[in-house]
Nanobody
Framework: QVQLVESGGGLVQPGGSLRLSCAAS????????MGWYRQAPGKQRELVAQ???????NYVDSVKGRFTISRDSAKNTVYLQMNSLKPEDTAVYYC????????????WGQGTQVTVSS
């Protein structure tokens, strides 16, 4: 029932910017912490950024100051603004929604490829 639809990935040069979007079902958006994960080839999936239902945010150290997570409740959409992109940011990025109510349910988008290369 719940769908997370991602967009905005692609190829960008080092130093460039991308904005990822994740449109979520309205029923889950209000009750879930939203996050962006990424998985690079040969590496473990990691949480990049998270925004809670109370609008607190968390970032992995490697993206602090460069990435910004935000959400638009009216559009049921969460964004990841990525600036000053580096080759090491290359990964498949996944949108995640995790209910902060019981029952705890985890939802995932299909993933979108971000490639940072000259």
């Amino acid at each position: 029932q719940v769908q997370l639809v991602e967009s905005g990935g692609g190829l960008v040069q080092p130093g460039g910017s991308l904005r990822l979007s994740c449109a979520a079902s309205g029923s889950i958006f209000r009750l879930a912490n939203m996050g962006w994960y990424r998985q690079a080839p040969g590496k473990q999936r990691e949480l990049v950024a998270q925004i809670t239902t109370s609008d607190t945010t968390n970032y992995v150290d490697s993206v602090k100051g460069r990435f910004t997570i935000s959400r638009d409740s009216a559009k049921n959409t969460v964004y990841l603004q990525m600036n000053s992109l580096k080759p090491e940011d290359t990964a498949v990025y996944y949108c995640n929604a995790n209910r902060n109510r019981l029952p705890r349910i985890d939802y995932w988008g299909q993933g979108t490829q971000v490639t940072v290369s000259s």
